[in-house]
């Protein structure tokens, strides 16, 4: 018997009810809950998190970048959380994996983020735009040759597994492993009964990668990373080519259902990419803005005692940054989403975050996401989805949320290319300086 939970618990350190980020009703409708938030609360929410943990869920554009912006006062290191530090965060917590200190670029501030950063800022600036391209529409085409009888599921055919494919190759993994890590890389974040193995088998997969690329280097991240001046450790590399390869895939696979489903369901949009008046990168940044791949980053923890958005955040205390939240501050947006609003023509969202430890790899994920599109509307017309738009379902936490299908039937496949395709008005550079998420 499912019984709801009673009101939230009286909070001395926020002096009021909290508001439970957790929940059926808070992982339904997470926009509704950040909305009601703001209403009651201002841009800084008093918040609970599992276990009636408290925290303060950011929600103003201001705020979050001035929290974003301020590493020395609101740190990346989660061993500044005051209630890890009394021994109220079990060790089995679902949060753990984003609270738990390890040395990787984006649990580290000062000059060891700056050495970590540096050496993943450097390996990804060396690949270039049309490199990338190119290569997602060759891995895009093995997909869509694996479509049958003119239908597929572009979320579990195409969007999930498109990203993995082409940042394996980025991060050096030999391709006869990039079919089961398609598997394994979401398995392994699901809580299914197969994700310790699935854990497993991407962790040797890179073991094995990092040990190779020791005595035989090639054009690959792996090898910038056990190169570079920073002199990164064995396990450095490991860890930093694991978290690149997870947080990547994860984000880019949502942003690519989530414009998909944009292009086959919103009338506004489907006649302007068709009609020229917006280009596919343009839609891409409209839903950066509307539904960026994470909703709620955890966390940052308050150096010392200070005000934020007219509340007293204590030294040790957990924030959240509510990415989603802040694209809708109506002191940034305006007050409809009408196209005659050009906010797609511009990337001031905080969809990736900002300050030191904004994404680092956002131009790399734009580059999959948007040549993966395009040789998909390229290759396959008549895109209709096979069911109506109202069956159409997410799945998430607090963190994000994701559709969990998106099925479609379409006229049989056009012929192959590979280079990047022009069937959509692209305005993509050949080269970027790209930013990978989770930094």
């Known amino acids: 018997m499912n ?21 059926a009703a808070a992982e339904a409708d997470p926009m509704a809950l950040y909305e009601d938030a703001r209403e009651t609360h201002g841009p800084v929410a008093p918040v ?6 408290p925290a303060w869920l950011v929600l103003g554009y201001r705020e979050n970048a001035q929290v974003a912006r301020n590493a020395n006062l609101f740190s990346r290191d989660p061993r500044n959380w005051r209630a890890l530090q009394e021994g109220k965060v079990r060790e089995d917590h679902p949060l753990s994996p984003m609270t738990t200190w390890w040395p990787v670029v984006n649990f580290n501030d000062g000059e060891v983020h700056k050495r970590l950063s540096d050496a993943v800022k450097d390996g990804l600036r060396r690949f270039e735009r049309l490199g990338i391209r190119r290569y997602v529409a060759r891995c895009a085409n093995q997909l869509i040759d694996q479509f049958e ?8 055919d195409y969007a999930r597994q498109l990203p993995i494919l082409v940042m394996g190759h980025l991060v050096g993994v030999d391709e006869q492993h990039g079919p089961r890590l398609a598997h394994a890389v979401p398995d392994m974040l699901q809580g299914t009964e197969t994700s310790l193995a699935s854990d497993r088998y991407v962790t040797t997969v890179l073991q094995d990668l990092v040990k190779e690329r020791k005595s035989k280097p090639g054009h690959d991240l792996t090898t910038w990373l056990l190169e570079h001046p920073s002199q990164l450790s064995d396990e450095e590399v490991l860890a930093h080519i694991r978290v690149t390869l997870v947080a990547a895939c994860e984000t880019t ?5 989530n414009t998909l489903r944009m292009v086959l369901t919103d009338l506004r949009f489907r006649g302007h990419l068709s009609g020229g008046q917006m280009t596919l990168p343009e839609a891409v940044e409209q839903m950066l803005w509307d539904q960026p791949p994470l909703n709620t980053v955890i966390g940052r923890w308050a150096t010392e005692t200070t005000q934020l958005g007219g509340h007293t955040i204590k030294k040790g205390d957990m924030l959240l940054l509510g990415l989603a939240a802040a694209n809708r501050d109506p002191a940034v947006r305006p007050s409809d989403d009408d196209l005659s609003t ?5 990337r001031a969202h905080l969809a990736f975050s900002s300050g030191a430890h904004e994404c680092p790899g956002q131009n790399i994920g734009r580059a999959i996401a948007q040549a993966g599109i395009e040789t998909l509307l390229a290759r396959v017309t008549g ?10 379902t997410r799945s998430g936490t607090l963190m994000s949320q994701h559709l969990v299908g998106l099925p479609v039937t379409f006229l049989p496949p056009q012929a ?4 990047a395709p022009t069937a959509v008005r692209s305005a993509a550079p050949t080269t970027a300086n790209p930013r990978m998420p989770g930094s």
Do not use: F, M, W
């Not at 696979?253 to 259902?257: K, P």
């Not at 192959?416 to 280079?419: A, E, I, N, V």
């Open 342 to 346: 050009p906010i797609h023509q511009n």
């Open 149 to 156: 009888h003119n239908q597929a599921d572009l979320v579990a």
């Open 3 to 23: 019984i709801p939970p009673g009101p939230p618990p009286q909070c001395p350190a926020h002096g009021g009810n909290p508001i439970r980020l957790y929940g």
């Open 253 to 257: 696979a949502t942003l690519i259902a």
């Open 383 to 392: 895109l209709e989805l096979s069911v109506p738009e109202e069956e159409l």
């Open 48 to 53: 609970l998190v599992l276990d009636d943990l």
């Open 416 to 419: 192959k290319d590979t280079d």
